[in-house]
């Protein structure tokens, strides 16, 4: 029996029901394909037995081709694989063009993963920001909630509870097709305000987000890439402090970063 | 000091480094502390990065067993990942990945998925305990947890999983490499959950179990058969 439970906040019903319609039509109708891929993604380094993550994304359109996905998202992870992350997803319909939607993620290893999305929390403004956050229920529980709002419109929560995952890292992603493959797959997303949370005794405490950058092809943080804030022409880096960073379409064409490793930090399954 | 006596000297300081080159070099195949595991890895190109992570959090001893036995002539270890608190701080854990091909692995976009799918390579993951005297009691508490959720939730699981005892004593559980499924689930308005869609993930097989004496969980995961992964496992010693 799944101890997954919905809590769901349904808000501007009218107002979507249009865009639900068109959702579910473009999903029947989509097919959507695991495309190789780069993970940009930061990860807090420094604390890897937390009990949370929280933060906000600047989501933008991106690029890419049919029948594929982009999900942005803060997530933990531990060290069985098992994840849980909330954020912001762009696909693309090929009719109707790219959508977005709120993004709960879910992978368990024995299972599967799911990406779980509802029906009226879709059309996000190019640049708004969501907030995002996925946090023990408990201390010690194996209970996680996940929750991703956008501007107190829209909102998905969404709780699971994974045997033995307690713990783990926290971090941040964005997903994109491979540098060398195109420029015009770009992910224009900034991640801002990130925190991991700790229990003190029963009491759920949080603190800076101390960002580690890894990504599993390169990620560099020389000058000229500092050009996040106009949209063009970065990868992965900090943008104004360690609890900021960007993502965006690739300057090089060849694998030579900064550090370039894998460091099995990655949300499993995406 | 006379000759004699310099000549001594010297012999005793070679004889005495060559022993401890041995012992050193023994322990290397045996087993050996993080610290010492990770020295010998940077001589592999294949682990420089992560270990220059690895090696500023490197918490309470920590031993590596590496498998002896591995499935097919020309394994050998081609990448490493860690995540590991600074300062002694408990928790984290590291994956050691073994391939029979040319070249490191996790190098060039790869992900765990991918190299152990795509790439067959082999995963070896040794969970760090919360504290040093490990996370369970003994490896049927370990092991007897988890069989306990799996029994619970069997239905949503797609591993068949089996309770399985290695030849050492030591307890697990583990499961062949089997088909998962990639879901996108859809939250109606009234509240229910709707499948829109699903696709096959096929994913690999695993072993775990607690090493009593170490106080550690091994994972091993690799797209082959349960029976190998237990081989690989008991070779962990």
Redesign the interface.
């Known amino acids: 029996?799944?101890?997954s439970r919905?809590e769901?906040i349904?808000r501007g019903?009218l107002l979507t029901y249009i865009m639900?319609m068109v959702l579910?039509i473009a999903?029947?109708t989509n097919t959507?394909v695991?495309a190789a891929?780069?993970?940009y993604l930061a990860v807090n380094?420094?604390?890897?037995?937390e009990v949370g993550v929280s933060g906000n994304i600047s989501t933008y359109t991106p690029s890419f081709g049919n029948n594929d996905h982009r999900d942005y998202m803060l997530y933990i992870v531990?060290?069985?694989?098992h994840t849980i992350g909330a954020g912001v997803q762009w696909w693309k319909h090929p009719y109707y063009g790219l959508m977005n939607r709120l993004i709960v993620y879910i992978y368990q290893?024995?299972?599967?993963?799911?990406?779980?999305?509802?029906?009226?929390n879709s059309a996000i403004p190019n640049g708004a920001s969501i907030t995002a956050s996925v946090i023990q229920r408990a201390p010690n529980s194996t209970c996680w909630d996940a929750k991703a709002k956008y501007y107190g419109t829209k909102e998905?929560i969404?709780m699971k509870c994974i045997?033995?995952f307690t713990?783990g890292?926290p971090g941040a992603v964005s997903r994109t097709l491979?540098s060398q493959y195109n420029s015009s797959n770009t992910l224009k997303e900034r991640f801002a305000n990130l925190n991991y949370y700790y229990w003190e005794g029963s009491t759920l405490k949080w603190k800076d987000f101390n960002t580690t950058i890894a990504e599993?092809?390169c990620f560099s943080d020389v000058d000229e890439n500092y050009q996040s804030r106009i949209g063009t022409n970065w990868v992965i880096t900090y943008i104004n402090s360690y609890k900021e960073f960007g993502t965006g379409p690739p300057t090089y064409t060849t694998?030579n970063c900064t550090?370039?490793?894998?460091?099995?930090?990655?949300p499993?399954?995406? | 000091m006379s000759m004699n006596g310099t000549f001594i000297i010297i012999a005793v300081l070679i004889v005495t480094g060559a022993i401890v080159l041995t012992l050193i070099v023994a322990n290397i195949k045996a087993t050996q502390t993080m610290d010492e595991e990770l020295k010998v890895l940077s001589e592999n190109p294949c682990v420089q990065n992560a270990l220059a992570i690895a090696q500023k959090n490197i918490p309470f001893d920590i031993k590596i067993r590496v498998p002896t036995y591995l499935p097919a002539e020309g394994y050998r270890l081609a990448g490493i990942t860690g995540v590991l608190e600074p300062g002694g701080s408990p928790g984290g854990w590291v994956s050691l990945y073994y391939w029979d091909k040319e070249g490191c692995l996790l190098t060039s976009g790869i992900n765990e998925h991918d190299a152990i799918m795509q790439y067959k390579a082999v995963k070896v993951t040794i969970l760090i305990p919360h504290s040093p005297d490990g996370d369970y009691k003994n490896g049927d508490e370990f092991a007897s947890n988890y069989y306990s959720y799996y029994l619970e939730n069997k239905e949503e699981f797609k591993a068949d999983v089996r309770l399985v005892t290695l030849s050492n004593g030591y307890k697990g559980y583990g499961n062949d490499p089997f088909i998962g499924i990639g879901k996108w689930i859809k939250i109606k308005n009234d509240g229910d959950e709707e499948v829109v869609q699903e696709e096959p993930y096929p994913e690999p097989g695993e072993i775990k179990f607690f090493h009593e004496k170490d106080r550690v969980v091994y994972i091993v995961r690799a797209d082959m058969p349960l029976v190998e992964l237990i081989k690989i496992a008991e070779s962990i010693k």
Do not use: C, P
């Open positions: 029996m799944s101890r919905l769901y349904k019903q639900a579910s999903l029947l959507v695991y891929t780069d993970t380094g420094a604390n890897v037995s531990n060290g069985n694989g290893y024995g299972v599967g993963h799911s990406h779980i999305f509802a029906e009226d998905l969404y045997d033995g713990t890292i491979s599993m092809k694998d550090i370039d490793i894998d460091a099995g930090w990655d499993t399954g995406e």
